[in-house]
Nanobody, 119 residues
């Protein structure tokens, strides 16, 4: 049974930081591309950042320079370090695993973790 379990979300003030984690089980993690998506209320889900099995990364323009995606294949975990958070970063953040690469399609999704940026 494949599971992707996100953690690390919460309430943070503007300008603050959070680090999200996504622990995978039931897949050969090292061969999968991993991505973080987010969905704000009333908006479509959007790609935030992706990392290939080889470690290449890509970011949405809105988060470039503030967010960093990384992976630890020994721990079957992908991370999203979020710095200089803004209210517009408020959303449910989902991790996804895809064998076809960061462009998708994605085979597996986590349940999501809420990030709220507010003073």
């Amino acid at each position: 049974q494949v599971q992707l379990v996100e953690s690390g979300g919460g309430l943070v003030q503007p300008g603050g930081s959070l680090k999200l984690s996504c622990a995978a089980s039931g897949i050969i993690f090292r061969i999968y591309s991993m991505s973080w998506y987010r969905q704000a209320p009333g908006k479509q889900r959007e790609l935030v950042a992706g990392i290939t099995s080889g470690g290449s990364t890509n970011y949405a323009t809105s988060v470039k320079g503030r967010f960093t995606i990384s992976r630890d294949n020994a721990k079957n975990t992908v991370y999203l370090q979020m710095n200089s958070l803004k209210p517009e970063d408020t959303a449910v953040y989902y991790c996804a695993a895809g064998a076809a690469g960061v462009a998708g399609p994605y085979d597996y999704w986590g349940q999501g973790t809420q990030v709220t940026v507010s003073s």
